[in-house]
């Protein structure tokens, strides 16, 4: 929005603004806050708000254990479940030792560094997410069941899908956050939907990822419900992924099919920090979800596919992540493997036209699989020089074991 300091400030004091919450996401991806009162605003945008890191994953222990908390102005929204009078107000953050300098393990920084370099190179990249989520029935305390809200499938309407007004609400209040939707709709699985957002710059997308499912949980829990992020929430049915859309536009010629070359050759070596959990594998090679490294235009069966589409529209689809990665680290990572696919002009391999879901094993050992368990993708990660110059020792070690 291209706010200043000051005019948030102004802001706060025009709309009766009562409480402004600082965002962050621990390295794992899940958002935290803490929140000041309007009097201490001025003094968060000039030095800073402690946080305690040793209590927050993957931040360290207790020596050295302060950091602070240094907003984004640009990134003030309005929460509009927040009762209207006595507004409150978000800001994602910086996170910075006493210092001043950036701490390591800030994965929001993190992306900002890996926007830079490719800008700094001539290229801008642009992203999109698609991301699948379950809604499960809650039980008299409010907690979750294993019962999923609806029976209905892919695209279905009401009455059999029931998370039709679900979704309604979420897209509405989404729209009063300044995100925009692009579409929504019922998944495969009983109880599972899609919101799909508007293409932006990298940064903002995974603002927008983080706020989304800050969101969904939130209108869940309002109408009653419980809302599931988890890769593979029922065992037969399709899991949930974050399918990350993205196209570059360079200073000269079409850089996009060496970006995709990029990510395709160093998927292995990545995959941890795009299916960080456990369960993560029990959705890779099941119900859509890719489990080679190839790519073709349409073909839902391909780690990376080209989806129909003309003009600004066209991009490219990376289908393997899933909504347990952080969107700060996933983003940052595929534009480091994306840019270094530009910078050594990599060509595409040959477009793999097939269905892997139905082809011989004569066709599939031909092609290299994905990481099948989360301690090979770690091992991989751990062994690659092209991960240790992209990213801090510390993350590497958060998600490959020391």
Not at 66 to 85: I, K, M, S
Not at 128 to 134: A, K, L, R, T
Not at 136 to 151: A, I, R
Request: charged share 25%; with cysteine; proline share 6%.
């Amino acid at each position: 929005m291209n706010y200043t300091a000051k005019e948030v400030i102004q802001f706060v004091e025009e709309e009766d603004v009562k409480f402004i919450r600082l965002a962050f996401c621990d390295l794992a991806g899940v958002q935290k806050n803490v929140s000041v009162m309007p009097g201490e605003l001025a003094r968060a945008f000039a030095d800073g708000i402690a946080i305690d890191a040793s209590a927050i994953d993957g931040f360290g222990g207790e020596v050295h254990s302060d950091l602070f908390l240094h907003p984004d102005p640009d990134t003030l929204t309005v929460l509009p479940w927040r009762p209207e009078h006595g507004k409150v107000v978000r800001m994602f953050c910086r996170i910075a030792y006493p210092d001043g300098r950036t701490f390591e393990n800030d994965a929001r920084s993190l992306l900002i560094s890996a926007i830079k370099e490719a800008e700094k190179e001539g290229y801008r990249f642009n992203i999109g997410s698609e991301m699948e989520f379950y809604l499960f029935k809650t039980d008299e305390k409010g907690h979750p069941t294993d019962e999923p809200y609806d029976k209905a499938g892919y695209m279905d309407i009401a009455p059999d899908d029931k998370g039709e007004n679900v979704r309604r609400e979420i897209c509405l209040t989404l729209e009063q956050m300044g995100i925009i939707p692009e579409s929504s709709h019922h998944e495969e699985g009983p109880g599972q939907n899609e919101i799909d957002f508007r293409y932006s710059d990298p940064l903002t997308a995974a603002d927008n990822a983080v706020t989304f499912k800050a969101v969904v949980k939130t209108v869940a829990a309002r109408n009653g419900l419980y809302a599931d992020f988890s890769p593979k929430p029922m065992k037969d049915c399709p899991g949930s992924g974050l399918h990350i859309n993205f196209s570059v536009t360079a200073k000269t010629g079409d850089a996009n099919p060496s970006t995709i070359a990029g990510v395709l050759n160093r998927i292995s070596e990545t995959t941890i920090f795009f299916n960080p959990t456990n369960e993560s594998y029990s959705r890779l090679g099941a119900n859509k979800a890719p489990a080679y490294i190839s790519w073709s235009a349409e073909n839902r069966s391909q780690l990376v596919r080209i989806p129909a589409a003309t003009g600004k529209y066209r991009r490219a689809e990376l289908r393997s992540p899933d909504p347990s990665a952080n969107p700060y680290l996933a983003f940052a990572v595929l534009i480091y493997a994306g840019l270094e696919g530009i910078k050594k002009g990599l060509t595409l391999p040959q477009e793999a036209d097939i269905n892997f879901y139905n082809a011989d094993e004569s066709v599939l050992k031909k092609y290299e699989k994905l990481p099948s368990t989360r301690v090979e993708a770690a091992r991989k990660a751990k062994e690659s020089d092209f991960v240790a110059g992209i990213l801090p020792a510390s993350v590497i070690g958060y998600y490959c074991g020391k």
